[in-house]
């Protein structure tokens, strides 16, 4: 509540409040970038994935549905972790979970890896979807409240975005490369 209210007072008083305002949120929002793209690529990857795990159409479904699952249901316990821990917190444990499941995603050797780093990933995502326009609204002063959160729905939507760019430019790429 402190930081709040120190933002508060800064943006009425200088320029720099509210660069301080647009940088916080922005690097909040990039849980919202990466929600949209790690929701996003899998439309494409899952090409090249089916060709280098030979998957069958039920591990093809399941290798895009789980992230959806996970995210589900970690966003039922993303809104009392946040209320327990703090936003930040759940935050920075948003973030190292989206780097341990691309971590296990791209070095996956096998269905069950692959799965695993996909789930890991839904968790992060559920996490984020919670926690990040909660942090922005609860930093943002009640005039830009608004339009700061809605930084997060342009980040879902860019991420999506920039998947299916980058998934149409690797898909050229050789098999076991272009969906890493």
Request: contains cysteine; neutral net charge.
């Amino acid at each position: 509540m402190q930081e709040r209210e120190e933002l508060l007072s800064m943006e009425h008083t200088t320029s720099s409040g509210k660069i301080f305002m647009a940088a916080l949120t922005f690097f909040a929002a990039v849980g919202g970038f990466l929600f949209g793209y790690d929701t996003g690529i899998i439309s494409g990857a899952i090409l090249k994935i089916q060709e280098d795990f030979q998957l069958s159409i039920a591990l093809r479904e399941a290798v895009v549905s789980v992230t959806v699952g996970a995210a589900a249901i970690s966003s039922l316990l993303a809104g009392p972790s946040c209320d327990w821990f703090g936003r930040k917190p759940v935050l920075l444990v948003a973030s190292a979970v989206f780097t341990a499941g691309a971590v296990i995603m791209a070095a996956a050797t096998h269905i069950g890896m692959l799965l695993a780093g996909r789930v890991i990933i839904g968790v992060g995502v559920g996490l984020a979807a919670m926690a990040v326009p909660m942090y922005i609204a609860e930093v943002s002063p009640a005039r830009v409240r608004g339009k700061l959160i809605l930084a997060n729905s342009l980040f879902i939507t860019g991420g999506m975005f920039l998947a299916t760019v980058i998934a149409g430019a690797l898909s050229s790429l050789p098999v076991n490369v272009g969906w890493r």
